[in-house]
């Protein structure tokens, strides 16, 4: 009897390890990605729980990663204010994954574009000296700006990314301004209805993230 409850008790101690791996797919305990991003991210329009970035939360856990998510995002933020407030964010929550979702707004009022750049690098180089990784997200602006700005703007992210070898989601929102239905009628940003699509859009690109 004695014998038989010894292998019992050993066999659950082998067992322990595999539970603890089936209940979640994230190592090493808790972890937290912050979002770092305007309007678009910021739930503009909609009560925040319909929100991209709450859907992510909720997909997140779905799939049993153990993150907690923080919504750092300001309406109507430009680089260079979120490059002032990015500092006090990243000592204030420790993220060790960083969506950076920033420049639309120096897009719509048609500022420079090399101060976009060099404000989007700075992020970059503080987020990295933290140490947390980066997922940038790219950015396109309303045609009406005309193809003399509006090209060299979405080029912008795609080279910010090659020079610090980030990943990146091409375009947050894609898919959704295409069908007018899916935009609040000030034809920039998302319906609610639309959010999960910008979900769908980011998910490809994140969860390797995750995964290493």
Do not use: C
Request: proline share 7%; hydrophobic share 45%; glycine share 10%.
């Amino acid at each position: 009897m004695k014998s038989l409850i010894i292998r019992l008790l050993a066999v659950l101690f082998l067992l322990m390890p595999l539970s603890g791996m089936a209940q979640s797919k994230a190592g090493g305990g808790r972890q937290t990605l912050m979002v770092f991003g305007d309007s678009l991210s910021a739930a503009y329009g909609m009560e925040e729980e319909q929100g991209w970035v709450s859907l992510l939360e909720a997909r997140l856990a779905e799939e049993r990663y153990d993150y907690d998510v923080i919504n750092a995002s300001v309406s109507g933020e430009t680089s260079t204010g979120g490059l002032a407030r990015l500092p006090a964010m990243l000592d204030s929550h420790e993220p060790n994954l960083v969506i950076l979702e920033l420049g639309g707004n120096d897009g719509l009022r048609g500022l420079p574009l090399d101060t976009l750049k060099a404000n989007l690098q700075e992020m970059v180089n503080l987020i990295r000296d933290s140490g947390a990784d980066i997922l940038l997200a790219g950015i396109q602006i309303p045609p009406n700006y005309g193809p003399r700005y509006t090209l060299p703007f979405f080029e912008l992210f795609g080279e910010l990314a090659i020079e610090n070898e980030l990943p990146i989601v091409p375009f947050l929102i894609d898919g959704i301004p295409q069908q007018p239905e899916l935009m609040q009628n000030d034809g920039i940003h998302p319906r609610a209805e639309a959010q999960w699509m910008i979900v769908e859009n980011v998910w490809p690109y994140l969860e390797p993230l995750l995964e290493s």
